[in-house]
């Protein structure tokens, strides 16, 4: 048995520990977000649980955390609308048939998902910059503060209202005391996770002292849940029948399983990419898309509303020590079995002592360098970082990194299609030389063009490579079309010091280029950088 944890804990005591730490905050959350999708809560508890199960014994990220995810299920609310409206409309009604399309689209996102770990996709997670990353954290930890907000409302007779009077004095009472919980045990003693005692202790206040607030139980009998008891998830063979239900509406699950698969795998390498950070350890990317897709096929075909890495649970994880597999393992099956056999237990942990610790990780999430550091950083970066924040707020976590990479992406082409220069000279028999610095691409052939005087050029032209590449399609062109122009003019062009690469792409595109093309060159310049890029390579 010791060997055993071993294997899968460098910290068994730690990773126990945070594991329950964690399995308590995800109750809310999965049931919060079952109800976003319009799903029974138990659908989320199972998503939750298998999502955590399997990415914490095969995923790339030791100590992350996965589960059901807003994020995600968002995605899902359309599809889920669409799939009840149709089945409620049919001559022979079937009852929640939303959910039974949202199982078979899990099965093609994991299959997405598990191609883009088969293909290697997840390495372009490193390619993201760090203003992206800011942002990205940034806007996570407002997100996950004005998530709280919403459990600061009570519902009575129907209506919904935010809390008053003394229920409000209470409650906040209460999220300070967790608070200051987390944020001094730890300066005392660093044998339990702070999270796990903050929740304990707040709950034996409420239960002992008999203070009548908003507890899990309560929560998801406001939100039209019957409580959190429930069996083991079942194998949900009815999706094999109902997939004829599907004809004519392809295209929306199909959509949605991409939308899905995307969603659920931008977030969880986003999360990777910050865990790897706090830890100063690596993951594997690839290895964690592979999981993320066993996981939601699982979800698939066991009746989960499928999930991705969850940023905030991590986040508490690693904090609290969990940084083995054992934790996530933990994590999950004690969910399971507060579903099993914890319910009434579980279900009188007061709603404050959750939010309480989900504040801490607000703070802690949260990248305050921004602020000293904004106005130190370049103005792109910046404008990068605060649109990425206001966009995940806005809208949505994925979408708001692809906006981020790709004004990134847009800037980083600007500059350097702005950088192309050509310095011009003469040699002794008359012919003029170009020497080309920076790259040639399909962002600077424009400016690269703007450099030559074709009609005005002596007979013998030389354009020097030296301090340049060529490094796409639209330089090929930009180039084979400067090259026509001088022949045209009946006047002899080379083309020096292109390096190998170069010279493999361009005479790939066209083999006559072959005679303007100089490979003879005595020069050491050249010899020493050629060997240079082939030992890098």
């Given at each position: 048995?010791?060997?055993?944890?071993?294997?899968?804990?460098?910290?068994?005591?730690?990773?126990?520990?945070?594991?329950?730490?964690?399995?308590?905050?995800?109750?809310?959350?999965?049931?919060?977000?079952?109800?976003?999708?319009?799903?029974?809560?138990?659908?989320?508890?199972?998503?939750?649980?298998?999502?955590?199960?399997?990415?914490?014994?095969?995923?790339?990220?030791?100590?992350?955390?996965?589960?059901?995810?807003?994020?995600?299920?968002v995605v899902m609310v359309y599809m889920i609308k669409q799939g009840n409206m149709f089945g409620d409309n049919l001559a022979a009604p079937i009852e929640n048939l939303g959910l039974y399309w949202l199982f078979i689209t899990l099965l093609?996102?994991?299959?997405?998902?598990?191609?883009?770990?088969?293909?290697?996709?997840?390495?372009?997670?490193?390619?993201?910059?760090?203003?992206?990353?800011?942002?990205?954290?940034?806007?996570?930890?407002?997100?996950?503060?004005?998530?709280?907000?919403?459990?600061?409302?009570?519902?009575?007779?129907?209506?919904?209202?935010?809390?008053s009077g003394q229920a409000l004095y209470i409650m906040l009472a209460l999220v300070?005391?967790?608070?200051?919980?987390?944020?001094?045990?730890?300066?005392l003693t660093t044998k339990i996770p702070a999270a796990l005692?903050?929740?304990?202790?707040?709950?034996?206040?409420?239960?002992?002292?008999?203070?009548?607030?908003?507890?899990?139980?309560?929560?998801?009998?406001?939100?039209?849940?019957?409580?959190?008891?429930?069996?083991?998830?079942?194998?949900?063979?009815?999706?094999?029948?109902?997939?004829?239900?599907?004809?004519?509406?392809?295209?929306?699950?199909?959509?949605?399983?991409?939308?899905?698969?995307?969603?659920?795998?931008?977030?969880?390498?986003?999360?990777?990419?910050?865990i790897d950070e706090i830890t100063e350890t690596r993951g594997s990317g690839n290895?964690?898309?592979?999981a993320q897709g066993t996981a939601n096929i699982l979800n698939g075909l066991f009746g989960g509303m499928g999930g991705c890495a969850m940023i905030g649970q991590s986040i508490i994880n690693v904090n609290s020590g969990g940084r083995g597999r054992l934790s996530g393992i933990v994590a999950a099956v004690a969910l399971l079995c507060f579903v099993l056999f914890g319910s009434t237990v579980i279900e009188q942990i007061p709603i404050a002592a959750l939010v309480g610790v989900m504040f801490m990780v607000v703070i802690g999430t949260f990248a305050w360098s921004s602020f000293r550091i904004i106005n130190k950083i370049p103005r792109k970066d910046a404008f990068i970082l605060i649109t990425v924040s206001a966009v995940t707020v806005v809208e949505d976590l994925a979408?708001?990194?692809?906006?981020?990479?790709?004004?990134?992406?847009?800037?980083?082409?600007?500059?350097?299609?702005?950088?192309?220069?050509?310095?011009?000279?003469?040699?002794?028999?008359?012919?003029?030389?170009?020497?080309?610095?920076?790259?040639?691409?399909?962002?600077?052939?424009?400016?690269?063009?703007?450099?030559?005087?074709?009609?005005?050029?002596?007979?013998?032209?030389?354009?020097?490579?030296?301090?340049?590449?060529?490094?796409?399609h639209s330089g090929i062109e930009a180039l084979e079309s400067l090259i026509e122009k001088y022949l045209k003019k009946k006047k002899n062009i080379r083309l020096t010091h292109l390096s190998p690469e170069c010279k493999t792409l361009l005479l790939k595109a066209n083999p006559k280029l072959e005679k303007v093309i100089e490979a003879s060159i005595d020069d050491p310049r050249y010899y020493v950088v050629t060997d240079l890029v082939d030992r890098e390579v």
């Amino acid at each position: 048995m010791k060997t055993l944890l071993s294997s899968l804990s460098l910290n068994p005591k730690n990773d126990i520990l945070s594991g329950l730490t964690v399995a308590l905050a995800l109750v809310p959350e999965a049931v919060a977000f079952a109800f976003i999708a319009g799903i029974d809560p138990l659908v989320g508890l199972y998503g939750a649980f298998m999502m955590g199960l399997v990415t914490a014994v095969f995923g790339g990220r030791l100590g992350m955390i996965s589960g059901a995810t807003g994020a995600m299920a968002v995605v899902m609310v359309y599809m889920i609308k669409q799939g009840n409206m149709f089945g409620d409309n049919l001559a022979a009604p079937i009852e929640n048939l939303g959910l039974y399309w949202l199982f078979i689209t899990l099965l093609i996102v994991g299959i997405i998902q598990i191609a883009a770990g088969v293909f290697k996709l997840g390495k372009f997670v490193r390619l993201i910059p760090h203003p992206v990353m800011m942002g990205f954290v940034n806007g996570l930890a407002i997100v996950i503060f004005l998530s709280q907000l919403g459990l600061f409302k009570q519902t009575v007779d129907g209506t919904t209202s935010w809390l008053s009077g003394q229920a409000l004095y209470i409650m906040l009472a209460l999220v300070a005391l967790t608070m200051a919980i987390m944020y001094f045990l730890p300066k005392l003693t660093t044998k339990i996770p702070a999270a796990l005692a903050a929740i304990i202790i707040v709950a034996c206040i409420t239960v002992f002292g008999e203070i009548e607030v908003s507890t899990v139980g309560s929560f998801i009998r406001d939100g039209g849940g019957e409580g959190l008891q429930g069996g083991l998830p079942q194998f949900q063979t009815e999706i094999f029948s109902l997939i004829n239900t599907l004809n004519g509406h392809w295209d929306l699950i199909l959509s949605t399983a991409f939308l899905l698969a995307a969603v659920g795998l931008i977030e969880s390498l986003m999360t990777l990419n910050l865990i790897d950070e706090i830890t100063e350890t690596r993951g594997s990317g690839n290895r964690e898309c592979l999981a993320q897709g066993t996981a939601n096929i699982l979800n698939g075909l066991f009746g989960g509303m499928g999930g991705c890495a969850m940023i905030g649970q991590s986040i508490i994880n690693v904090n609290s020590g969990g940084r083995g597999r054992l934790s996530g393992i933990v994590a999950a099956v004690a969910l399971l079995c507060f579903v099993l056999f914890g319910s009434t237990v579980i279900e009188q942990i007061p709603i404050a002592a959750l939010v309480g610790v989900m504040f801490m990780v607000v703070i802690g999430t949260f990248a305050w360098s921004s602020f000293r550091i904004i106005n130190k950083i370049p103005r792109k970066d910046a404008f990068i970082l605060i649109t990425v924040s206001a966009v995940t707020v806005v809208e949505d976590l994925a979408i708001a990194v692809l906006v981020g990479v790709i004004i990134a992406a847009l800037v980083f082409a600007w500059e350097n299609a702005t950088m192309i220069r050509a310095r011009k000279s003469f040699k002794k028999d008359g012919t003029k030389v170009y020497e080309i610095w920076g790259p040639l691409f399909f962002g600077s052939i424009q400016n690269f063009n703007a450099k030559f005087d074709v009609n005005n050029d002596p007979e013998n032209i030389e354009i020097d490579f030296i301090e340049s590449r060529v490094s796409d399609h639209s330089g090929i062109e930009a180039l084979e079309s400067l090259i026509e122009k001088y022949l045209k003019k009946k006047k002899n062009i080379r083309l020096t010091h292109l390096s190998p690469e170069c010279k493999t792409l361009l005479l790939k595109a066209n083999p006559k280029l072959e005679k303007v093309i100089e490979a003879s060159i005595d020069d050491p310049r050249y010899y020493v950088v050629t060997d240079l890029v082939d030992r890098e390579v």
